[in-house]
């Protein structure tokens, strides 16, 4: 039968969704079949009506409304017949690596698995933007399809891996598994909360999508923020926020912040440049818990029995390298995945890793400056090119607060003592010393 | 992270078990496997073509109940989730139907001993346990619903002494006339909204049963639209209310348990590429997935499953990732193998009394059953998601 027009002056024909099967009672088409002509309204479908396909009745229908299109997921941009290089993750060290081996070979089929939409950005800018009135926009360098295009890689965005079996050379992935020639771990690390912090109520900064989110949350003006942990990432989000124009306290666990890191000396200009930019430095503590107030603020209890209320919780209580796919493929780790330190291969054939996923000689390393040379190695040795190899070095690390910077050098040890070179208002210059070398020098 | 143990503890707390059946003590190991792999590879092989046509082997499930295959992964039959699993592996082997109806009565099983109530575990659930009653599961839409993937279809309302429960669920397998099935409804409050879902035991002759449309194969696994109609449903049919938390107590074990079908359906793959070598080999070798790849990746998930069938209540989440990867990558192989074992056959593969096509059909069918393949990798990008604050209004400045 044909469709016929509709005249009865209910306005077009409506479509609507049988939950159970998912099928479509289109009022134009009807269902001729149960004895419904084309253009029968669904209000004149009597009640012991049954769904053609599944046989629910009426009332288990609903109007249907068309979903937003799923937006298509990047695809392979030419015939990838041999499996090539995969690398899971679409950081700075998934894309170094990327780059580097289209640097080397215009022909290798290249696939890059990530959790994420693939945005490139540089990740220290997310502990610096807020001050500066960038947003997401400003932070995205390019999208994932724009480099992957450049790249000429196929790009599999919004994908988890979450299986890994090396003995086949096969990654399971979330949408489907895949097979490799090598394969480059390099899905970094993850914000680990620790236990009585809910997920829910506090906000971590580890990658554009959160940050991007929490933006949005503070872009509604100012608000009192709470940032648990008192590190690195921790002061200088503290900074940022305060010079944003929000009211910030930041919650320490020593009575100066950074106290693994800085001596005493170095902790109390930095302690003294955040509150010169309004931030208000509350330690030594510990939060115990966090809940949703009446008022919406959540309530931060801290371990001395006190409590606080903010509007947004930050929690900067360091990272940790997921384990479970690795672990699952039997690959040796310890605080990270497992590497040598000249090849950054892991203990699976054919598989290498960079970036903050790692751990050499059993500590992480999650700074940006090893990565592109980390790429390299892998690259070359992907491509069987000869290179002399990668060779760590403790990379200078800079604090990028504004109101007190430090930088640095050497391989700074918890608990040896700093010796003060140059003291003034104006600059401290301190130093660590083993058997009558320098082995760590700051500058503050 | 708490242990299988501690659930157990709090779950004998809360409804102390009737009087539990002794276990069979002819219910070792190996004479399970024994018995389950008999039945297999004798009446059950003959009846796979008939089954999958629309024979229901009740008497088979019988059979497969007395070796103890319907029970062994009950607490009170040592929890022997690996057991079970390779069960159900022996008989998909021969005809995945049967092992699907098997992992139907297994999950119903689970409830009624996870339960707790007494009134459904007593003679009842050794009754079931022994395979001298029957019942399924109807949780494919309450799982999906859970998952956010789609509506509720069951409501209930709360009356005097228990609920009132009306809607349809449009297939639900291994029920009829005088069994029964686990099912969840979703508790209507005021302003019609669901405040929270209770799981409860349907018992099929206070329902309506209606015939299903056909399907393309496994046709013997006695699959019925349910209808109901205001059902009272009182303390004595509960199976947990909430039904959230038990459902998420449960939910690596059912999951894990449907492991057994697609791997039976590979092995028989399998099985049909052997068949052939001999006479094929010296073509079938330009095939991909041959017998070796096939047989390799089949050993390696298979002590996979055997490995997480040993936790099976654990509730961290990267174990329940792992139970979703490796039930996804049953229903990847068994795909896989049921394809390739009907190239390697070729047109002897493809008749209608020929075992390759019927077992792609079931490979189909084990992709598709929920946890389908597409809400298994849902759920694992769900479940890999970092949960955040929402980004609505985060309280007042």
């Known amino acids: 039968m044909s469709r016929p027009e509709p005249t009865d002056g209910l306005g077009p024909w409506q479509q609507f969704l049988c939950r159970a099967c998912g099928l479509i009672y289109d009022e134009g088409e009807g269902d001729p079949d149960s004895g419904l002509p084309p253009g029968t309204r669904f209000a004149r479908i009597p009640e012991d009506w049954a769904c053609p396909i599944c046989g629910v009745t009426k009332s288990d229908f609903e109007p249907y409304r068309r979903r937003a299109p799923v937006a298509p997921v990047p695809v392979a941009l030419g015939p990838q017949r041999r499996p090539g290089a995969v690398i899971v993750g679409g950081g700075i060290s998934g894309w170094s690596v990327a780059a580097a081996i289209r640097a080397a070979d215009g022909q290798v089929p290249i696939t890059l698995v990530t959790a994420c939409d693939g945005s490139l950005y540089h990740k220290p800018e997310l502990s610096v933007a807020l001050g500066r009135g960038l947003g997401p926009e400003a932070l995205r360098r390019e999208t994932g399809i724009a480099a992957a295009a450049r790249l000429g890689l196929r790009l599999m965005a919004e994908t988890v891996a979450v299986g890994l079996a090396p003995a086949r050379h096969s990654l399971r992935t979330t949408r489907g598994p895949l097979s490799y020639t090598h394969l480059v771990l390099a899905h970094g690390a993850r914000p680990a909360l620790p236990a009585g912090l809910d997920p829910a109520l506090c906000w971590r900064v580890n990658d554009l999508a959160a940050w991007s989110s929490l933006h949005a949350e503070l872009a509604r003006g100012s608000r009192t923020v709470a940032v648990i942990g008192a590190g690195m990432v921790g002061c200088e989000l503290a900074e940022d926020l305060a010079r944003a124009g929000h009211a910030v306290t930041l919650v320490g666990a020593g009575a100066l912040p950074l106290p693994e890191l800085l001596p005493e000396p170095a902790g109390r200009r930095l302690r003294a440049g955040l509150e010169g930019v309004g931030v208000t430095y509350r330690g030594p503590s510990l939060v115990s818990g966090l809940s949703r107030r009446a008022d919406g603020r959540i309530a931060l209890a801290l371990s001395d029995g006190t409590s606080l209320a903010a509007a947004t919780v930050i929690a900067a209580t360091g990272l940790a390298t997921p384990s479970r796919l690795v672990r699952g493929a039997g690959l040796a780790f310890d605080r990270g995945i497992v590497v040598d330190p000249a090849t950054l291969r892991t203990s699976g054939p054919d598989i290498f890793a960079l970036g903050d996923c790692i751990s050499l000689d059993g500590r992480p390393c999650r700074f940006i400056e090893p990565i592109a040379r980390q790429a390299e190695v892998i690259a070359h040795t992907i491509l069987d090119r000869e290179h002399p190899g990668y060779a760590h070095a403790a990379p200078v690390i800079r604090l990028k607060t504004r109101s007190a910077p430090i930088a640095l050098h050497g391989t700074p040890v918890a608990g040896l003592p700093w010796h003060v070179v140059e003291e003034s208002p104006h600059r401290l210059a301190m130093e660590q010393r083993q058997g009558g070398d320098v082995t760590a020098w700051l500058a503050a | ?397």
């Open chain 2, 1 to 397: 992270m708490p242990s299988a143990l501690a659930l157990r503890q709090v779950e004998d707390r809360v409804a102390p078990a009737g009087p539990a059946a002794p276990n069979r003590p002819d219910w070792i190991d190996a004479a399970v496997l024994a018995g389950t792999t008999a039945i297999a590879d004798g009446p059950l092989s003959a009846a796979a073509g008939a089954i999958d046509r629309g024979a229901y082997p009740l008497d088979l499930l019988g059979r497969l109940g007395e070796t103890g295959a319907l029970a062994v992964h009950l607490d009170r039959h040592g929890a022997r989730f690996g057991l079970a699993v390779a069960a159900m592996q022996a008989a998909s082997r021969a005809c995945g139907a049967t092992g699907f109806l098997m992992w139907c009565h297994a999950v119903c099983g689970l409830y009624l001993e996870q339960s707790g109530n007494p009134a459904l575990t007593g003679a009842r659930l050794d009754d079931h346990a022994a395979g001298r009653r029957f019942g399924g599961t109807a949780l494919s839409n309450p799982m999906k619903a859970f998952a956010g993937i789609e509506p509720i279809l069951l409501r209930a309302r709360r009356v005097t002494g228990g609920y009132r429960v009306s809607g349809m669920l449009p297939w639900v397998s291994h029920i009829g006339p005088g069994q029964y099935c686990g099912a969840i409804a979703g508790v209507v409050g005021p302003g019609d909204t669901i405040g929270h879902e209770i799981m409860f035991l349907l018992a099929c002759d206070r329902a309506e049963l209606r015939p299903c449309p056909h399907f393309s194969g496994m046709e013997g696994t006695s699959t019925w639209g349910l209808r109901l109609d205001n059902l009272f449903v009182g303390e004595d049919d509960l199976i947990a209310d909430p039904a959230r938390p038990f459902i998420g107590r449960i939910r690596g074990a059912f999951i894990l348990l449907q492991c057994g079908m697609g791997l039976g359906v590979a092995e028989g793959s399998l099985a049909d590429m052997g068949a052939v070598e001999e006479t094929l080999g010296h073509v079938n070798q330009f095939l991909d997935d041959r017998p070796d790849t096939i047989a390799a990746e089949l050993a390696e998930l298979r002590a996979r499953v055997m490995q997480l069938a040993e936790t099976p209540y654990e509730s961290s989440n990267d174990y329940l990732i792992d139970v979703l990867d490796a039930r996804a990558q049953v229903s990847e192989l068994a795909l896989r193998a049921s394809q390739s074992a009907l190239l390697h056959q070729g047109a002897r593969g493809y008749l209608m009394s020929a075992a390759p096509q019927r077992r792609i059909r079931e490979a189909h069918f084990v992709a598709i059953v929920t946890p389908a393949l597409k809400h298994l990798r849902w759920e694992m990008a769900r479940l890999s998601r970092e949960t955040l604050p929402a980004a609505t209004d985060g309280g007042r400045a």
